[in-house]
């Protein structure tokens, strides 16, 4: 089985090129149509001493509440930057349009290896896959994932790599050229890692990538932003004690001004059993300025005015639309068993 999510359409030099995320695998190995696989490129082993993160950086959210680095903030470690340099797998001209989609070995998929597959989609008659990932063994086997996104110039992806019994959580920024990995972050605190990833504009209109911990059940590091002009420097963000609780999605609105996120309950035992919340927070301070309950609440959608939001109740078995201004429910509809994603139409 495989699901996919459609997240974003993003161009990079008049190419378009569109991500998706799998929680399951394809189990197309040892097919003859295989598309090419990227091929590690020598020199790729991390440094004796892994390189610091980012000291100092620049930006909308220059120092974290406590600490020096909104690294050690999050309990993350930049483990390894690789050599991503070699031969291009990928080489859009203009006017193509790509389609990814994360490949995990996780819920019956055959695949050996945690992995991105890249589809031509520029003639969706006909649409066939191009590349897939060979991530070094380190950061690909036995590893699975719900989420990949790419930078809003198409140059980088990245991977989540949720942990396994043997392995810590890690994320993977990946070339998206060569296809070759070039940063590895590493999570301390336990619990599976990313979750979800989403691309989201920031205030000051720039471009951010958000990654977002599998939280439940006591552990994770929260929501932490990524900003791809600064080498993928960790920027901002909030933690599940700045939650008070276990962030499970979150969406910006178009206006680059707040951030909705879904709290639902501490465990995957208690959902449907307590109510979590939908939290408002203001992307200049990270703090938030308004909240609302709602049953497990899973997906926000927000209005293209900012004024509404629309959010699935998994177990509640709704869709609610809430007030942004008020934080008040005005609307709700009955779905029958497990709304969990949403869209808006434009």
Known sequence: MRRTFLLRALALAGVIAVIAASCTGGGDEGRDDQPPVAQPSEGQAPATEPPAPVEGTEGL???????????????IELEATLDAGGPRI????????????????????SNTKNSVVVFDATD?????????????????????????TVSAD?????????ASPEKPP????????TLQPHKVFRETRGGFGGHHLNNFTGPDGHEYVMNIDFNWNWGGSGAWVLDPSQDHA???????????????ILSGD??????????????????????????????????????????DPIWPEVTQDGKFAWVTEGD??????????????????????????ARLSC
């Not at 639902?264 to 308004?290: C, F, N, Q």
């Open 124 to 148: 969706m008659m006909d649409w066939k896959p191009l590349a897939v990932t060979n991530l070094p063994a380190e950061y690909s086997v036995g590893y699975s994932s719900h989420g990949a």
């Open 90 to 109: 990928l080489d859009p001209e203009p006017g193509d349009l790509y389609f990814y989609t994360n490949s995990g070995t996780g819920w019956g998929a």
């Open 61 to 75: 959210w220059a120092t974290p509440p406590i600490g020096q680095t909104w690294a050690e903030y999050f309990g």
């Open 234 to 248: 960790i920027v901002g963000g909030m933690n599940r004690q700045d939650f008070s609780g276990n962030p499970y």
């Open 316 to 341: 509640g078995q709704k869709v609610k639309k809430i007030d942004l201004e008020t934080m008040q429910v005005v609307a709700e509809v009955s779905t029958g068993p497990g709304p969990w994603g």
């Open 170 to 177: 890690r994320l993977i920024v990946i070339d998206g050229f």
């Open 254 to 295: 178009i206006q680059g001004q707040y951030m909705l996120a879904t709290v639902p309950a501490p465990s995957a035992a208690l959902r449907g059993k307590m109510e979590g919340y939908l939290a408002k927070i203001d992307l200049e301070t990270w703090k938030i300025v308004g909240a609302t309950p709602v049953l």
């Open 154 to 162: 198409g140059r980088w992806i990245y991977l989540q790599s949720m």
